[in-house]
T-cell receptor
Framework: LAKTTQPISMDSYEGQEVNITCSHNNIATNDYITWYQQFPSQGPRFIIQGYKTKVTNEVASLFIPADRKSSTLSLPRVSLSDTAVYYCLVGFRDNYGQNFVFGPGTRLSVLP | GAGVSQSPSNKVTEKGKDVELRCDPISGHTALYWYRQSLGQGLEFLIYFQGNSAPDKSGLPSDRFSAERTGGSVSTLTIQRTQQEDSAVYLC?????????????FGNGTRLTVT
């Protein structure tokens, strides 16, 4: 299974850009990189997914270097409501099983 | 539209009793997952259903845990002879058949407390 490493926690202030980097040295050819956000007492929520280069949507950007051994989730101009746990997943699934695991995630605290 | 629905939202049971947790996935989603999350921890994979294929049960922690998915829709996770270490939030997720790497849509979980 593809293993990921992320910082356990990060602090930021409102209005700043936050970058959370995930290391995945043993990423395989078929693996995608997916990020989820989780608030207390809720299930995780999909943020963004990518395979290579850069992906951007209305809430975040995902930067993936050419070797794909790491990825960076970028949250522009965070607000207090972005305080949550962010999970990086690497892997894929097929009809026979799934090979990704959720790690402990990064606990982001946005301060006023 | 309706998201993934789990019931009950909270369950308190005595050690040794059996419990059943229910998951209603998003209509049309062919993949369904169960995860377990202990307080302050990440998600622990339990079981994965994909269409009519045999489920991937590799994450079930013991033979006291089982799950079924009837008619390719609703799923039930059963824990027999519950133990205190089974206390956790049990999360269900489903995903679209559009692609095998479609994002997971999670319910808000069932918080199980074994006393």
């Amino acid at each position: 299974l593809a293993k990921t490493t992320q910082p356990i926690s990060m602090d930021s202030y409102e209005g700043q850009e936050v970058n959370i980097t995930c290391s995945h040295n043993n990423i395989a050819t078929n693996d995608y990189i997916t990020w989820y956000q989780q608030f207390p007492s809720q299930g995780p929520r999909f943020i963004i997914q990518g395979y290579k280069t850069k992906v951007t949507n209305e809430v975040a950007s995902l930067f993936i270097p050419a070797d794909r051994k790491s990825s960076t989730l970028s949250l522009p101009r965070v607000s207090l409501s972005d305080t949550a746990v962010y999970y990086c997943l690497v892997g894929f699934r097929d009809n026979y099983g799934q090979n990704f695991v959720f790690g402990p995630g990064t606990r982001l605290s946005v301060l006023p | 539209g309706a998201g993934v629905s789990q019931s009950p939202s909270n369950k308190v049971t005595e050690k040794g009793k059996d419990v059943e947790l229910r998951c209603d996935p998003i209509s049309g989603h062919t993949a369904l997952y169960w995860y377990r999350q202990s307080l302050g921890q990440g998600l622990e994979f339990l079981i994965y259903f994909q269409g009519n294929s045999a489920p991937d049960k590799s994450g079930l922690p013991s033979d006291r845990f089982s799950a079924e998915r009837t008619g390719g829709s609703v799923s039930t996770l059963t824990i027999q002879r519950t133990q205190q270490e089974d206390s956790a939030v049990y999360l269900c997720a489903s995903s679209s058949p559009d692609s095998l790497n479609s994002p997971l849509h999670f319910g808000n979980g069932t918080r199980l407390t074994v006393t």
